[in-house]
């Protein structure tokens, strides 16, 4: 018998699902809400071990995608660079820059926090005052670093292509359904997208200040915290379980303590109306003024994310609440 026979005899048959062929769609996704299986298992198995979700979250986006180009340099955005990027070029890398800039800006805040609980569990009103002090001068320098926006940012760039890639598959009209990943669950599986609400600064300051937002608000800033590394999340709960500052103040009946905690909510207070400026800027204004001249060569987003947070808030409502209540947690001398 001729080798080229014996061959013939034991070849398989050819069938397209040996090559994940579609009989309906040919090399088309049947579904292209489908991350495929050698993406979907490792992305899972990797995030799983870091307790994370899996989709691209602030700590991916942010915290660990920084480098220093001279490591002997200052910490600005000229010696700065992102390690990983996607659609959206030099704005792009100012928006995560920036956002490194601010989380840096938060360091003396976030050690203020630590000053400030030992001192009144030691009592030190000294060592307390100073820590309040500290933390205001943080909150402010936090404010400014996120200024650095507007000369970064391009309005219509994160409009139109950057906040596309930072929408999750929860909360997102876009994607209603959610994604199915392959091999995981066989139905699809919703996650919020990257957002500042999961940055851990803003959860500690207010946890420490006790600054308490509305059911809506403080359901999805609740969520927001499984999006963080889990001992981020292990500090918040920390300070959640710490004495009350706000109760320790106003039973102290000391004048500059009370002054000082009413500063540092002031200026948390103020932040948050900054950052409602920016957010106006940005995800309103620019899409506005986008459609009246109908000319620019981005692409549009998808109408159902209009004026949502990347987190898959209704981003405007979301954050002139979560500031009224920041500035509700101002203390009043008693008598």
Known sequence: MEPQSQNL????????????????????????????????????????????????????????????????????IRNLDTIFSFPGGESLRGFILVTVLVEKAAVPGIKALVQAVN?????????????????????QDITGALGQMHDYVNPDVFYSVIRIFLSGWKDNPALPVGLVYEGVSKEPL???????????????????????????????????????PPSHRAFIEEICGAPSLRTHVLSSGNGQLLTAYNQCVESLAALRTYH???????????????????????????????????GGSAVMSFLKS????TLEALLHPSG
Do not use: C
């Open 9 to 76: 005899k034991t070849a398989p048959f050819l069938t397209l699902g040996r090559f994940h062929i579609s009989e309906d769609y040919g090399f088309l996704l049947p579904n292209p809400l489908i991350l495929p299986r050698n993406l979907a298992l490792p992305f899972v198995e990797v995030s799983k071990n870091l307790g994370l979700p899996p989709i691209l979250l602030h700590s991916d986006l942010v915290l660990a995608n920084w480098a220093t180009r001279n490591p002997g340099g200052p910490l600005e």
């Open 119 to 139: 001192a009144i569990l030691q009592p030190s009103p000294d060592s307390l005052l100073q820590a309040l002090q500290r933390l205001r001068v943080s909150i």
């Open 190 to 228: 919703s996650y919020s997208g990257g957002s500042a609400a999961q940055s851990t600064i803003l959860h500690a300051f207010d946890e420490f200040l006790g600054v308490r937002h509305s059911k809506e608000s403080a359901d999805f800033l609740h969520r927001m915290r499984d999006y963080m």
């Open 276 to 310: 409602l400026a920016l957010v106006t800027k940005y995800l309103i204004t620019a899409p506005s003024k986008a459609k009246a001249r109908r000319t620019s060569h981005l692409p549009r987003p998808p109408q159902a994310l209009e004026e949502r947070g990347t």
């Open 322 to 325: 979560v500031r009224d209540k």
